[in-house]
């Protein structure tokens, strides 16, 4: 069954204006975000992850700006509205910007404030959403705790964010994240300030809450170890453009793109002989603002064909369809 399209994001560009010259942070990136399906987003650092994220969400920091693309909520319906043409500042996109669609942080700190108690923050959160009085935002926000996995939710709703643990604030962030009874949620790197343990339990939460809400969930990560267990479909970006797309298991079995075969060959595997040199890929990724001819991974791929590689760009993905912008690949 093709599940409903939640959200369609089709060429966003994004330029962050330098002293030193322009930073071309996205170079059209598309893809689209589905009704109970979750879209992993993976790279490494730099490559325009978070800023796929906020631009969606019209929270792009300064410098940046949005030059191109459409965000599109509900394509093909009579619904149909495209973000990036919204005023961020409005009305309707402050409504979205937690009701449609709720973002989760890296850092829980991001979206709590260490002067409320949990319970204020996610009361108003609730309220801005919902047309609820006091006392019927309150029950919802212990029934929001509850529902997230915190023990006792009546007496933790009146702690403060630092008299809880990282995992328990980082569920409480994703507690936030939900109070507007989105259908979309984007969560940029969730589990990566958390340990072992507890980044496998706020796994399990996401997924948990993913499947109950039919969920279209976009999650970035860097962990390739993360992509393989949360994600159906995968977009691989390399400064600022998608490289690869795939279905997961595909992903880690024919995976098409040099790029992705190289970031593939950096997770340590539980089958590495102990003491092996772990793999890592080649070269640093270039400064956006310094972007190689051609494709901009020539300089570190190790199928690079002189002339080739480096004298032009292969073709951009089809938003949806699997493959690698890649001269490796047929090109239309
Ligand atoms: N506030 C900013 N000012 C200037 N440039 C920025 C800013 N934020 C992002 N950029 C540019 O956009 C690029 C992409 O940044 P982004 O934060 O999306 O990377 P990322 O993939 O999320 O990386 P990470 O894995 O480290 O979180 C950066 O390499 C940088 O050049
Ligand atoms: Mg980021």
Do not use: W
């Not at 009579?78 to 850092?107: H, K, V, Y």
């Not at 390399?238 to 593939?264: I, Q």
Request: glycine residues 10%; aromatic residues 4%.
């Amino acid at each position: 069954m093709v599940e409903r399209t939640s959200l369609a994001v089709r060429d966003l560009a994004v330029h962050f204006e330098m002293e030193q010259g322009t930073v071309r942070a996205l170079e059209g990136v598309s893809f689209d975000l589905h009704a109970g399906r979750t879209l992993g987003i993976v790279g490494e650092s730099g490559c325009g992850k978070s800023v796929t994220a906020r631009s969606i969400l019209r929270i792009v920091d300064r410098p940046g700006r949005i030059v191109g693309g459409q965000a599109l909520l509900d394509p093909g319906t009579a619904e149909e509205a495209d973000l990036i043409a919204m005023d961020p500042e409005s009305r309707r996109m402050r409504g979205i910007r937690g009701g449609r669609i709720g973002l989760i942080f890296q850092e829980p700190m991001t979206a709590l404030s260490v002067h409320y108690t949990v319970g204020n923050q996610i009361i108003e959160a609730v309220r801005a959403h919902n047309d609820l009085s006091k006392a019927a935002a309150r029950d919802r926000a212990i029934e929001l705790l509850r529902e997230v996995g915190i023990p006792r939710p009546e007496l933790r709703i009146d702690a403060y964010p630092f008299q809880l643990s990282g995992g328990l604030r980082q569920r409480v962030g994703i507690a936030m994240a939900l109070a507007g009874d989105p259908d979309i949620v984007i969560a940029d790197e969730p589990t990566t300030a958390l340990d072992v343990t507890t980044q496998a339990q706020v796994l399990d939460l996401l997924r948990r809450l993913q499947r109950e809400k039919n969920i279209a969930l976009m999650l970035i990560t860097h962990d390739m170890g993360v992509i393989a267990e949360m994600c159906d479909e995968v977009a691989v970006m390399y400064l600022g453009r998608v490289v690869e797309y795939a279905p997961v298991a595909d992903l880690f079995t024919t995976s098409r793109h040099p790029y992705t075969r190289a970031l593939l060959r950096a997770v340590p595997s539980i089958l590495a002989t102990p003491r092996q040199r772990l793999a890592t890929i080649g070269g640093a990724v270039p400064h956006p603002g310094a972007r190689p001819s051609g494709c901009a991974f020539h300089p570190r791929c190790s199928d690079f064909m002189p002339g080739r590689c480096d004298a032009a760009s292969p073709a951009p993905l089809r938003p949806g369809e699997a493959g690698a912008s890649c001269f490796l690949e047929a090109q239309p």
